[in-house]
Each structure stands twice: as structure tokens, then as C-alpha cells.
């Protein structure tokens, strides 16, 4: 079975400045995927940043960034230049590939933004 | 931007009672999916269709649950018998291939289940 944890209920930054959310899982897969979905108050989740586990190079998207490291099953993901809409609960997913894309999720992250 | 809408936004029920949860998915997508998030724990995968059948499904998904897609456009999920413990946020989610390269699932703003 697989599992991912994120270690931390919540944090805070400030604006402009650069947070990290780690997340870890445990899988014996080798063809997965990993994600990072937003999902602000009262709204429904977003995708934020996807990583595929072949792939070497470590995922961004604008302002967000991960550093995968694949033999730690580590993914974390990195913001940079805070900004207030980032105020948000941020979930880690893994898929592994075929069987349904059953997604496991993480248990969350709530990130808050101060101005 | 097309959105996966789901109705209710909150459903309250008495125990014992069927409830219908209804979603309509992205209109190209042909993947659809159920999780649930109890309150303070994970969000949890139930079931995933495809093809007008269960593609998989998790312990949770039990005799109790069904889902269907009754019209080309909805994609339900109901509970025969709720208990109190079926109290939670459900979230339906599409995607439009299980593809190399589209595997991205969009989700719904979810349905607030409580069971008195």
C-alpha cells in the first residue's frame, strides 16, 4: 500500500518571502506520479505542480518549485515570493500508474500568508 | 475554465436514509472519481469508473455504495443506508485519460454529508 505524510499541520510566511512544505510517502512502485494540489478556503482543490517519477529534473511552475528526490521518497514543494492568495491548505498526492489513477493523499498542510 | 460542479454544496440526513451526491465532470473528461474527507483526516480514494463501469474501488467503497453515470452528463454516488460515520466531504473528481500525459484530476468543491 502506499502512503504519504506531511509532517507539518501548518505554517506561516511572510509576504515575498520563501516557504517549504515537505512531504514524504512509501511505495514500492517505480512508475508514479506526484502532486501538489491547492485547495483555498471554501473552495475546491487546484493542481498546483505535477512531478513524474522517471523524470529526473525537478518540476516548476512559476513560482512554485519541488525538490523530488526519488531514493528518499521525498517531495517537497517550495514557494517562492509568498504571496496572500497562496493562504491555502496544500495536499501531496502519488498515483502510481494504471489501476484506476487512485490517488493517496497526504493529511495537508495549511499554509497562511501574512501580510 | 470548465469546472467539475457538484450538488448539494450540504446534504443533512437521518440515519438509515439513502443518499443521492451528484456531479457533473468536465464534459470531455472519461475518468470520474469519489473520495471523501472525514473531518481532520485524509482525503480518501472510494472509487474511480470509467467506461460506464467501476474501474477501481477501495475498502470503503462497500455493498452500500453505487455509483452511476445515468445520463452522459452526471456522475452519481449513493449511499443505501447512511450511518453516522459516513459523515464527511465527499469530492468528485474527472480526468480526461489515464494517458501518460493526462492524468491531471480536477476536482469539485465537494458535498458536505452529515448524518444525524
Known amino acids: 500500500a502506499q502512503t504519504v505524510t506531511q509532517s507539518q499541520p501548518e505554517m506561516s510566511v511572510q509576504e515575498a518571502e520563501t516557504v517549504t512544505l515537505s512531504c514524504t510517502y512509501d511505495?514500492?512502485?517505480?512508475?508514479?506520479?506526484l502532486f501538489w494540489y491547492k485547495q483555498p478556503p471554501s473552495r475546491q482543490m487546484i493542481l498546483v505542480i505535477r512531478q513524474e517519477a522517471y523524470k529526473q529534473q525537478n518540476a516548476t511552475e512559476n513560482r512554485f518549485s519541488v525538490n523530488f528526490q526519488k531514493a528518499a521518497k521525498s517531495f517537497s514543494l517550495k514557494i517562492s515570493d509568498s504571496q496572500l492568495g497562496d493562504t491555502a491548505m496544500y495536499f501531496c498526492?502519488?498515483?502510481?500508474?494504471?489501476?484506476?489513477?487512485?490517488?493517496?493523499f497526504g493529511t495537508g498542510t495549511s499554509l497562511t500568508v501574512i501580510p | 475554465e470548465p469546472e467539475v460542479t457538484q450538488t448539494p454544496s450540504h446534504q443533512v440526513t437521518q440515519m438509515g436514509q439513502e443518499v443521492i451526491l451528484r456531479c457533473v465532470p468536465i464534459?470531455?473528461?472519461?475518468?470520474f472519481y469519489w473520495y471523501r474527507q472525514i473531518l481532520g483526516q485524509k482525503v480518501e480514494f472510494l472509487v474511480s469508473f470509467y467506461n460506464n463501469e467501476i474501474s477501481e474501488k477501495s475498502e470503503i467503497f462497500d455493498d452500500q455504495f453505487s455509483v452511476e453515470r445515468p445520463d452522459g452528463s452526471n456522475f452519481t454516488l449513493k449511499i443505501r443506508s447512511t450511518k453516522l460515520e459516513d459523515s464527511a466531504m465527499y469530492f468528485c473528481?474527472?480526468?480526461?485519460?489515464?494517458?501518460?500525459?493526462?492524468?491531471?484530476?480536477?476536482f469539485g468543491p465537494g458535498t458536505r454529508l452529515t448524518v444525524t
Open positions: 464534459s470531455n473528461h472519461l475518468y
Open positions: 498526492a502519488f498515483m502510481k500508474h494504471g489501476s484506476g489513477n487512485q490517488f493517496y
Open positions: 511505495t514500492s512502485e517505480n512508475n508514479y506520479y
Open positions: 473528481a474527472s480526468s480526461v485519460t489515464s494517458g501518460r500525459d493526462d492524468y491531471e484530476q480536477y
